[in-house]
């Protein structure tokens, strides 16, 4: 169970053009959903909290008219990158709590490896 | 808030031998602890957590660490290394009640044959 899938896996982008990652949870639902963004050999950096139904919480230094949230329904959530450019290429990975489980764990997705050129 | 400092920021072990990865926290609130594993090009797999249970927590692939309040210590350690755990671990922190995770800077491990 718990399971949080990502799609794609990996896109390569013109810069100027938008790119859009979906994140799904697979067996059970999730009033929030939260998005990452990780640099080579680096570690995890929050971008944004993402509430089924409501705006997006964005981290500070995240520009917020770049990178668009959408979190439609309870198992799904979307990262849109704007007019991506070069500087946008890293790992973007989203997880998902359960509201209903006894601790407040997250769960991870797979990853998106996003690539600019 | 709360923070983690992973010590180590590489560490390579020979295989079947001991692995240990230090982490300390720091935390108004007594917090919850994860350890998670990511392998190359790969997302996040949890380990193990500490949720104010038992202070010494088993995890997944042998992996245990336990809980140290008097030394906010949160060290993770495997009997026995093996080839396929070479792979970055974090350390991460949570504040009770609350979904928002502060990771650590990452530890590299590699296992030699």
């Known amino acids: 169970g718990a399971v949080v899938s990502q799609h794609p896996s990996w896109v390569i982008c013109k810069s100027g053009t938008s790119v859009k990652i979906e994140c799904r949870s697979l067996?059970?639902?999730?009033?929030?959903m939260f998005w990452y963004r990780q640099f080579p050999k680096q570690s995890l950096m929050l971008m944004a909290t993402?509430?089924?139904?409501?705006?997006?919480?964005?981290e500070q230094g995240v520009e917020k008219d770049k990178f668009l949230i959408n979190h439609a329904s309870l198992t799904l959530s979307t990262l849109t990158v704007t007019s991506a450019h070069p500087e946008d290429s890293s790992f973007y990975i989203c997880?998902?709590?359960?509201?209903?489980?006894?601790?407040?764990?997250?769960?991870f997705g797979p990853g998106t490896r996003l690539t600019v050129t | 808030a709360q923070s983690v400092t992973q010590l180590d920021s590489h560490v390579s072990v020979s295989e079947g031998t001991p692995v240990l990865l230090r982490c300390n926290y720091s935390?108004?609130?007594?917090?919850?602890l994860f350890w998670y594993v990511q392998h190359p090009n790969k997302g996040l797999q949890l380990l193990l957590k500490?949720?104010?249970?038992?202070?010494l927590v088993k995890g997944i692939n042998g992996f245990e660490a336990e809980f140290k309040k008097s030394e906010t210590s949160f060290h993770l350690t495997k009997p026995s290394a093996h080839m396929s755990d070479a792979a970055e671990y974090f350390c991460?922190?949570?504040?009770?009640?609350?979904?928002?995770?502060?990771f650590g800077a990452g530890t590299t491990v590699t296992v030699r044959a």
């Open positions: 935390s108004s609130y007594s917090p919850s």
């Open positions: 997880s998902a709590s359960d509201p209903w489980g006894l601790t407040y764990e997250q769960y």
């Open positions: 067996d059970f639902q999730a009033t929030t």
């Open positions: 991460v922190v949570s504040a009770p009640n609350d979904y928002k995770l502060s």
């Open positions: 993402s509430n089924e139904g409501s705006k997006a919480t964005y």
């Open positions: 500490y949720t104010s249970a038992a202070t």
